[in-house]
């Protein structure tokens, strides 16, 4: 193929075709009428919602709830173990899931998400596929669930009456799950929240099937009794402390991903609040017009984009207003809004990754009250060195009330590290909380009056004169 | 009253307070991880010390005090904030506190807006870390303080973790580094980590105070930390108790105290943690697999009078020196297995004399050494040859087994592992610097239980619920194990549980085969970690297969390395020295001495710590020199090193962009004031792009050096986050060199998308190198006094991009500034990148074209275009070039391939040229490609693997190389040494 001899480089014209390496099986028509389609869980709601539009819409889907050790296990396995712990996860769960014995391997294709950024994350479907050769599997199709046109199949196509499902499904996700999170931490029957989301997750599921619950009125009608109904639950609200969770998108979710961070906050006594799904898509669709912007190129596609936006703000407002209309309720911000927030703080042409958008939802949170922040990340994310990490500090600058705590998960990351750490956070918000006088409860720190055996055990002239030391320098 | 418990990672800690808060019982112990035991014992020493008291507030604290509150529901304190209780009524002074633990470090920050801050979980232990090196040392902390303040010198030891800084410390050692200078540079970097870590950006100022075992008891700790700081810091009475004293103070509830020591010894009798198989069911299958292996036996034979030769092997590893002298006949002859001490000549000595001694008439007719300390070996009693380890090891495992397509190796420090084939080296797996440890790990762990190795490893056999470890780091493991323990997990059920996880690490880590490619058929298992069954055990229940495990698995470097030399005298009868063996003669060995001193090295701007090591006959051996001008006194060679071409290339750029080396004519500077431009990260590659577009607006132009250690510790105290990779923690300290030369403006723009080269389906760039300048603007406090651009730009549309800079500068720079100007200059600006590229281009076809005219190999050392800096690879490029090789970029290459689909998404411009060059390298009989990577680098997690692929598809082998702040390329010769065995094309002039 080359000249070896003649010294000097030679242009190579053929190189080996990786794609015969790890061929990539079709989701086929065919394959659409008798197959299973497992999708891992991330966000119980969401994901429910949206498990009813694709079951409504003829595809068998299953979620994938297995957690147990098999999952790492086969994650470490199958994937570069640098890899960001949610490829792990989630490539783990897919194979735990496959050899668990269940499901019929001819009859059985795997869905995952592409979201097409700079971050490694686009390339978990490459991953996956590389994992399924190499366990034995590589006769199982993956589906790319993806908006940007990435990976087409044949047998599954995002229809218009689904995308609106779905897109109504991430708004009443963030709805049921805004609403149950605030009610969760004082209801006075344990379990009511939880109930009133289920109850809506399968009354939504009947409408989309009758093909209602979607439209724009619907939504307002639906949104209003939500609310409603989660007002109605009784609630004893003596102050907690009010703790945010934002990062990375799947360690934010995803109990697997963050040894189930809501759980032990509720166990600690707080309460919990996760910025919303939709977001996260309306931070990708905003990239395209803030590209154009920001480098030039296409303007008639840039406001496309907006356009798109603009409606599913839109949908966004009907939730919003819905919940605003009660005042003990603290409603999620429209999206304009949150992308205020970071001017000055970083550039909202950071866009890879959850990038701007975590950073904003720190701020967002901050706002609302909710100080204390738990942010996710997988170890090694590189967006969150910049936009989670990186923005601590400026954050701080701007407002003391921000206590955030960023917290690594990977497999080799001990429960105890994490919670241990969550637990300083938490020590140091209860002092906050207490000094603002929300409570009756005795302070932690005791009063400050040197007490009386200081004389005797602490050498009180050698720490003044060493003080004067100091000042003089 | 009231009582504190503070149960650490190590130790347990109490204080009883009088009703007037008087402390009248304080107590610290280590706990030896027997948490529930220690603090049963303590609780009963506490009913001695108090027998009247029957109920007290009680509160526990501490990282390993968390479970067990909450199983005995008694408060919980959080250590971190403890403190800051304790330091708010004991030292209402102070400003700031740092408190080092057994695994944890923190920082509070009391004044000026209230901060705590504890170490990632990555960071790993730093009273363990410091256990863990005087083991290393051979010596107990107090003595470590001892010697640190006898140090002469200071040697930069990675701080970031404890298995690092082990990877720095032990070559150290084995080149005869002064102890007491290695005892400072540990201190020094637990205080870098410290400072880097944890201080994020805040200085560390006022009223310092030290808290915790480590600083209470280690003097030069203290002393190591008031430098750095420029201060005094207190460290107050009670310094140990701080968090307990915190404890007691929050201590509320009324707890009962009888009872307590019971339930707590109940709690730890539940074993719940998770576990495994055990190793073996039964007496009888332990009997079995020990005869089965003991099949793989060497034949010893007693020297005689008639014995004809003997040839001497040894192999230096990290902790460990193994020797062996075999006959005619390979057998064993004698053999010895000790561990170094850290220093392996004297050893080799006396084993050497006392063969003399016994057998002054067998002749030794050939020798030679490998490992870690050959080199120093070789020069100091003449060795005939050297060879690297995985030549040696393979030697030996095809003694037994000629058929042998794998071999593993679990050794003191490392993991190697190799395939074979066609009688050649075909493959290699080294672990990472990350995940190494394994031996000595082991080691260390039975030590820290109070248990000899062998015993530990002995006890774990019959263990029956090993515990479920998982396959990790060293330094989380530690904190695995405690938690284990609290779980009530025995001594038999961990020990089975490492030798468990090592294997999973050897094979999950390091090799990382599946079920689907079997590792090979016949395999040969070595190194001294193998003599423990329970890991022997283990890799064959983990692989489901039987493998072979010779009888000398510990000795097998030495034996290969010994039949290499009589395999060598066998063809070669006559070395060069004039037919006789070079080996030191007997009396020769009697004179022997071996002197130790260090020096700085002054022949370049590098100034590499030497250790000069004189041995009797004036035989002196240099280390720490990154390259070979200290030993042969003349400049390198850098005619077919890219890397060294592309550094002097941009060092030109550099210059011309100040308006030196005649640019001031071609671009008359005339604006008066100055631009930074940091030298790393995206600007490295675009340099000669923006010095001729900022010089053709008349600006001087002030770009940063390259980076060195100095720098990165300017830097250091402002890097966000610990775990980014290294080149984006250099860019702290390019920007503050920028500052201390006072420029007007740093320009450094955040850059989403690179040049797109036409080779993948995007041209991203990576997270950190599209947007680190965010991170510099929102942590470098020094920004605010002068002007920072560091706008979105997109040089991948040349038509838009003069018009969004010009607005750009136009708003923050010149406000006169013309549009055309900006577009002339940026036109210009693209045709100096282009020739760039064609220059680096054209001299790499340059350097392939000379070396196969002299017939040398090629090396790609690949990774991205600041990897080319020096103090990024740490002189990576020199050393390979050192064997003999030529040095290429990848993106040399890269333009030579046309786009091509892969299985991944190719989607960042500097990986698609990785991918196209290793394309490239799979067409060439006579080149290698070794890919840099960056630890850290989320990205090449994606990469390696597919470039892996892509060699591997075209029968090459594949290396890969971590680099990070670690300035150790002992492991980096192995692998590349192993390389060129297997291709044949080490060319060394010794």
């Known amino acids: ?473 | 009253m009231r009582i504190g418990l503070d149960i650490g990672s190590t130790t347990i800690k109490c204080v009883v307070l009088n009703r007037y808060d008087e402390v009248i019982y304080e107590s610290y112990q280590r706990h030896y991880s027997q948490i529930t035991e220690s603090a049963a014992k303590l609780l009963r020493q506490l009913a001695e010390v108090l027998p009247n008291v029957k109920q007290a507030k009680l509160a526990i604290s501490g990282s390993a005090g968390m479970g067990l509150a909450e199983s005995l529901a008694i408060p919980f304190v959080q250590e971190v904030f403890g403190t800051r209780i304790a330091a708010g009524r004991l030292l209402p002074a102070a400003d700031v506190i740092i408190e080092l633990g057994g695994e944890d470090a923190k920082i509070l920050f009391l004044t000026g807006g209230m901060e705590v801050r504890m170490n990632g979980s990555c960071a790993g232990g730093t009273g363990a870390f410091m256990d863990q090196m005087a083991t290393l040392l051979e010596v107990n902390l107090d003595e470590l303080n001892q010697m640190a303040e006898r140090a002469e010198k200071v040697y930069t030891i990675a701080s970031r973790c404890g298995v690092f800084a082990k990877s720095d410390i032990q070559p150290l050692l084995n080149q005869g580094a002064r102890k007491e200078d290695v005892a400072a540079s540990i201190f020094a970097a637990v205080v870098s980590q410290t400072i880097a870590g944890l201080a994020q950006g805040r200085p560390i100022k006022g009223g310092v105070v030290y808290l915790g075992g480590p600083l209470t008891f280690l003097s030069q700790l203290r002393a190591s930390f008031d430098k750095s700081l420029h201060t005094t810091g207190l460290c107050p009475e009670h310094s140990l108790y701080f968090v307990a004293l915190g404890a007691a103070y929050s201590a509320e509830e009324r707890i009962e105290l009888a009872g307590l020591a019971e339930r707590l010894e109940d709690y730890s009798k539940t074993e719940s943690y998770a576990f495994m198989a055990p190793l073996f069911a039964d007496e009888e299958e332990y009997r079995d697999f020990r005869q089965r292996h003991e099949k793989a036996a060497v034949d010893f034979h007693e020297p005689a009078a008639e014995t004809a030769g003997a040839y001497f092997g040894i192999d230096a590893g990290s902790t460990t020196i193994k020797m062996v002298m075999v006959d005619e006949e390979d057998r064993i002859l004698c053999n010895s297995y000790q561990t170094n001490n850290g220093n392996p000549v004297p050893m080799v000595r006396q084993f050497l004399q006392e063969f003399y001694e016994a057998w002054p008439q067998i002749p030794i007719k050939g020798s030679a050494v490998t490992g870690y300390g050959e080199d120093i070996i070789r020069r100091a009693f003449r060795v005939d040859y050297g060879i690297v380890e995985t030549v040696a090891h393979y030697k030996a495992a095809a003694h037994f087994m000629p058929e042998v397509d794998f071999i593993i190796d679990i050794g003191g420090q490392d993991i190697k592992c190799f395939k074979i084939k066609n009688k050649a080296i075909d493959n290699i797996f080294l672990n990472e610097a990350c995940s190494s440890g394994c031996g000595s790990f082991l080691q260390t762990f039975a030590n820290a239980l109070g248990y000899g190795t062998e015993d530990f490893a002995r006890l774990g056999l019959f263990g029956q619920r090993p515990v479920d470890l998982g396959s990790r780091c060293t330094v989380f493991m530690n904190s695995l194990v405690k938690q284990a323990q609290k779980d009530g997990a025995s001594i038999e059920n961990i020990s089975a549980g490492l030798s468990i996880s090592v294997v999973k690490n050897a094979l999950y880590k390091v090799i990382r085969p599946t079920a689907a490619e079997p590792l090979g058929r016949h395999i040969v298992v070595q190194g001294g970690t193998f003599l423990n069954d329970g890991v022997l055990r283990a890799f064959e229940q983990e692989l489901k297969t039987q493998v072979v495990r010779p009888t000398i698995a510990g000795l097998m470097g030495a034996y290969g390395a010994a039949l290499y030399a009589k395999e060598q005298k066998e063809k070669i009868p006559n070395s060069k020295e004039g037919g006789k063996p070079g080996l030191l003669t007997i009396d020769e060995l009697k004179a022997f001495s071996h002197a130790v001193a260090s020096a700085n090295c002054g022949l370049c701007s590098n100034h590499c710590q030497l250790t000069i090591n004189t041995f009797s006959g004036g035989r002196r051996f240099i280390s720490g020199n990154r390259c070979s001008r200290p030993i042969t006194n003349k400049a390198e060679d850098h005619r077919l090193n890219l890397y060294e071409y592309k550094r002097r290339l941009l060092e030109e750029y550099r210059q011309k962009a100040a308006g030196k080396m005649g640019c001031d004519e071609e671009y008359p500077i005339f604006k008066d004031k100055v631009i930074g431009l940091p030298m790393g990260l995206n600007m490295y590659e675009l340099l000669p792009f923006w010095q001729v577009f900022f010089n053709a607006l008349g600006y001087r132009v002030m770009v940063s050096p390259a980076s060195s250690r100095e720098l990165y510790l300017k830097g250091q105290g402002s890097i966000p986050s610990d775990t980014i990779c290294y080149p984006a923690k250099l860019m702290h300290g390019h920007i503050q060199y920028l500052l201390e030369q006072g420029v007007d403006v740093i320009f450094y723009p955040c850059m989403t998308y690179n040049l797109d080269e036409g080779l993948g389906d995007n041209h991203y760039n990576c997270p950190v190198v599209a947007y680190y300048p965010e991170v510099i603007a929102a942590n470098e406090p020094g920004l605010e006094r002068i002007k920072f651009i560091y706008d979105y730009l997109g040089l991948h549309r040349p038509k838009e991009f003069p018009l969004k800079i010009w607005q750009i500068l136009w708003e923050k720079l010149d406000n006169k500034i013309g549009l055309q100007k900006v577009k002339k200059a940026a036109a210009k600006a693209y045709e100096e990148l282009e020739k760039y590229r064609q220059k680096v281009e054209a001299k790499g076809h340059e350097i392939i074209a000379q070396a196969r005219q002299e017939e040398r190999q090629i090396i790609v050392l690949a990774g991205r275009p600041y990897h080319v800096d020096g103090e990024i690879n740490h002189g990576i490029d020199q050393l390979i070039a050192g064997f003999g090789v030529a040095i290429i970029t990848e993106d040399a290459l890269s333009p030579l391939v046309e786009k091509h689909p892969g299985t991944v998404l190719n989607q960042w411009t500097y990986h698609s040229r990785l991918y196209a060059a290793a394309h490239y390298v799979g067409t060439q009989a006579d080149m290698n490609l070794v890919q840099l990577v960056s630890f850290g680098c989320g990205v090449d997690a994606i990469t390696t693997d597919e470039v892996n692929d892509i060699l591997e598809e075209n029968g090459k082998i594949y290396t890969q190389i971590k680099i990070d702040e670690i300035a150790n390329l002992g492991a980096v010769r192995i692998r590349l040494r192993s390389l060129l065995a297997a291709v044949g094309g080490e060319k060394r002039d010794d």
């Open chain 1, 1 to 473: 193929m080359t000249d070896m001899k003649g010294g000097a480089a030679v242009k190579v014209k053929t190189p080996t075709k990786g794609s015969e390496r790890i061929p990539r099986i079709p989701f086929t028509r065919e394959m659409k009428k008798d197959y299973t389609i497992l999708i891992p869980m991330m966000a119980p709601i969401h994901f429910s919602l949206i498990k009813n539009v694709l079951t409504n819409s003829g595809y068998n889907v299953e979620l994938l709830e297995n957690c147990g050790p098999g999952v790492v296990e086969e994650g470490l396995k199958y994937v570069h173990n640098d890899t960001c712990y949610p490829a792990l996860l989630v490539i783990g769960q897919m194979l735990d899931a496959l050899k668990s014995g269940k499901y019929d391997l001819n009859k059985t294709a795997l869905m995952i998400s592409q979201t097409g950024g700079g971050c490694r994350a686009s390339n978990y479907i490459f991953l996956l596929r590389r994992a399924l050769k190499k366990a034995g599997y590589g006769q199982i199709p993956v589906v790319s669930l993806n908006v940007s046109g990435l990976e087409k199949n044949s047998g599954f196509s995002l229809t218009w009456p689904m995308l609106y499902q779905a897109l109504a499904g991430l708004v009443y996700g963030d709805g049921l799950m805004a609403l149950s999170n605030q009610v969760k931490a004082y209801e006075v029957k344990k379990g009511s929240a939880d109930a009133l989301v289920r109850e809506w997750v399968a009354e939504l599921g009947r409408q989309f099937n009758e093909k209602k619950g979607y439209s724009k009125k619907d939504m307002k009608a639906n949104f209003q009794k939500m609310a409603s109904d989660f007002n109605a639950i009784s609630l004893d609200r003596k102050p907690k402390i009010k703790v945010g969770i934002v990062g990375e998108i799947y360690v934010k979710y995803a109990s697997l991903g963050n040894n189930n961070l809501e759980d032990f906050l509720a166990e600690q006594d707080c309460e919990v609040m996760v910025p919303g799904l939709l977001d996260f898509m309306l931070y990708t669709v905003n990239g395209v017009p803030e590209k154009s912007r920001l480098y030039g190129g296409d303007k008639v596609q840039a406001m496309t984009y907006e356009a798109v936006s603009q409606y599913i703000q839109s949908m966004q407002d009907i939730m919003i207003d819905a919940i605003a209309a009660y005042p003990d309720f603290v409603a999620p911000s429209r999206f304009a809004h949150t992308k205020s927030l970071v001017k000055g703080v970083i550039s909202t042409g950071c866009d890879m990754g959850e990038g701007w958008l975590l950073t904003a939802e720190m701020i967002e949170l901050i706002q609302k009250g909710y100080g204390n922040i738990v942010c996710t990340q997988p170890f090694g994310c590189l967006p969150n060195h910049i936009c989670g990490k990186g923005m601590i500090r400026k954050i701080r600058q701007m407002d003391e009330r921000a206590n955030i705590v960023p917290i690594d998960y990977d497999p080799s990351a001990t429960r105890v590290n994490q919670e241990n750490r969550i637990k300083l956070m938490l020590a140091v918000a209860r002092e906050n909380l207490e000094k603002m006088g929300e409570s009756k409860k005795t302070p932690y720190l005791p009063d400050t009056a040197a007490p009386s055996h200081l004389n005797r055990s602490l050498p009180y002239h050698q720490w003044r004169r060493w003080r004067t030391e100091m000042a003089s320098h």
